[in-house]
């Protein structure tokens, strides 16, 4: 069983659509990051958690350390929303665990 | 540009020989970590460094790893005698916020290093 979990592996919505993608993960964290990589393109962090909610235009993302649990949202998703978005986790020496990514598509 | 930037993006490297891998951070950038990612493996941190100040936190394989910051936004990967092992993607990762005041990272887009 890998360490961090992701699901849906692939997500297909039309434009508009409400989106969520959830983030398991076994270890003990100091951090959990969610990332975004566009076809191409560098990878860009999107929030670095510890606790609680963040909040960042229309994107949300949660986390709950005690069952272990992340979820990125995305409201009103637009077709430039269409990327893989990784959940990665940081344990206490900054080792990065990263899942295996989520493929976003945002048809118009 | 507006991001990071690693260069090669792919090396093949003789067992043995001595390599150096570059990353352009975001100017303002303070802090700027090296990882190594291999399948299977994950990413392990290989150097930090923190304004001005090179901090190396390699400590597996210790001795082999070090990273120079001639520029604030500007680092060198420098791996000695390169073994088998280090075949892997090395990425590069910057901030502007210190590190322990939690803040997101910008990713480089990583360089692929072989060793034959």
Same mark, same amino acid.
């Given at each position: 069983?890998?360490?961090?979990?992701?699901?849906?592996?692939?997500?297909?919505?039309?434009?508009?659509?409400?989106?969520?993608?959830?983030?398991?993960?076994?270890?003990? @964290?100091?951090?959990?990051?969610?990332?975004?990589?566009?076809?191409?393109?560098?990878?860009?962090?999107?929030?670095?958690?510890?606790?609680?909610?963040?909040?960042?235009?229309?994107?949300?993302?949660?986390?709950?350390?005690?069952?272990?649990?992340?979820?990125?949202?995305?409201?009103?998703?637009?077709?430039?929303?269409?990327?893989?978005?990784?959940?990665?986790?940081?344990?206490?020496?900054?080792?990065? @665990?990263?899942?295996?990514?989520?493929?976003?598509?945002?048809?118009? | 540009?507006?991001?990071?930037?690693?260069?090669?993006?792919?090396?093949? !490297?003789?067992?043995?020989?001595?390599? !150096?891998?570059? +990353?352009?951070?975001?100017?303002?950038?303070?802090?700027?970590?090296?990882?190594?990612?291999?399948?299977?493996?994950?990413?392990?941190?290989?150097?930090?460094?923190?304004?001005? !100040?090179?901090?190396?936190?390699?400590?597996?394989?210790?001795?082999?790893?070090?990273?120079?910051?001639?520029?604030?936004?500007?680092?060198?990967?420098?791996?000695?005698?390169?073994?088998?092992?280090?075949?892997?993607?090395?990425? +590069? !990762?910057?901030?502007?916020?210190?590190?322990?005041?939690?803040?997101?990272?910008?990713?480089?887009?990583?360089?692929?290093?072989?060793?034959?």
């Amino acid at each position: 069983k890998n360490e961090v979990e992701q699901s849906p592996q692939n997500l297909t919505a039309q434009e508009g659509e409400f989106i969520t993608i959830n983030c398991s993960y076994s270890v003990g @964290i100091s951090a959990l990051h969610w990332l975004q990589q566009h076809p191409g393109g560098g990878i860009v962090s999107l929030f670095m958690l510890s606790s609680g909610k963040k909040k960042h235009g229309r994107l949300i993302a949660t986390i709950n350390i005690q069952e272990k649990h992340s979820s990125l949202h995305i409201t009103a998703s637009h077709p430039r929303d269409s990327a893989v978005y990784i959940c990665a986790v940081m344990d206490s020496n900054y080792q990065l @665990i990263w899942g295996a990514g989520t493929k976003l598509i945002i048809k118009p | 540009g507006a991001g990071v930037s690693q260069s090669p993006r792919y090396k093949v !490297a003789k067992r043995g020989r001595d390599v !150096a891998l570059r +990353c352009d951070s975001i100017s303002g950038h303070v802090t700027l970590y090296w990882y190594r990612q291999t399948l299977g493996q994950g990413s392990e941190v290989l150097t930090y460094s923190q304004s001005d !100040a090179q901090r190396d936190k390699s400590g597996r394989p210790s001795g082999r790893f070090s990273a120079e910051r001639p520029e604030r936004s500007v680092s060198t990967l420098k791996i000695q005698r390169t073994e088998q092992g280090d075949s892997a993607v090395y990425l +590069c !990762a910057s901030s502007f916020i210190p590190k322990d005041s939690y803040y997101g990272y910008t990713f480089g887009s990583g360089t692929r290093l072989t060793v034959v």
